[in-house]
């Protein structure tokens, strides 16, 4: 949530997803977004993104990995949330080794990455 504000705020630059604001749509939205921390594939990720008209997506590395309790890590949630992709590895694992061809890194530090939605 910060992420997204501080983002906004900087950037000026639109967001898609706000988690702050509660509404139908924002939610749909923000699923897409989270899709990235999913099992799914780059390419079925990067194309909902496209349909989003997303340029620049947000990639929080700690999100990758962070796990307060059994069963709360991103990757926990989705592997319930989406069954049939649980045997695939972690999406965002393979955007921090390598982004491309559907992705481009375009800035990273030690917390986050921005990637160009190609």
């Not at 390419?43 to 340029?55: A, M």
């Amino acid at each position: 949530m910060t992420t997204m504000a501080s983002v906004k705020l900087s950037t000026l630059h639109p967001i898609v997803n706000h988690p702050l604001y509660e509404d139908a749509d924002l939610r749909a939205r923000t699923k897409i977004v989270y899709s990235t921390y999913s099992r799914k594939s780059a390419k079925e990720v990067r194309d909902k993104l496209l349909e989003l008209h997303v340029n620049y997506c947000v990639l929080e590395e700690a999100w990758c990995v962070v796990r307060t309790k059994p069963g709360c890590s991103m990757l926990e949630i989705w592997d319930v949330e989406d069954p049939s992709n649980a045997a695939n590895p972690p999406l965002c694992s393979v955007l921090l080794e390598d982004a491309r061809p559907y992705f481009t890194t375009v800035f990273q530090n030690s917390v986050y990455r921005v990637l160009k939605v190609n």
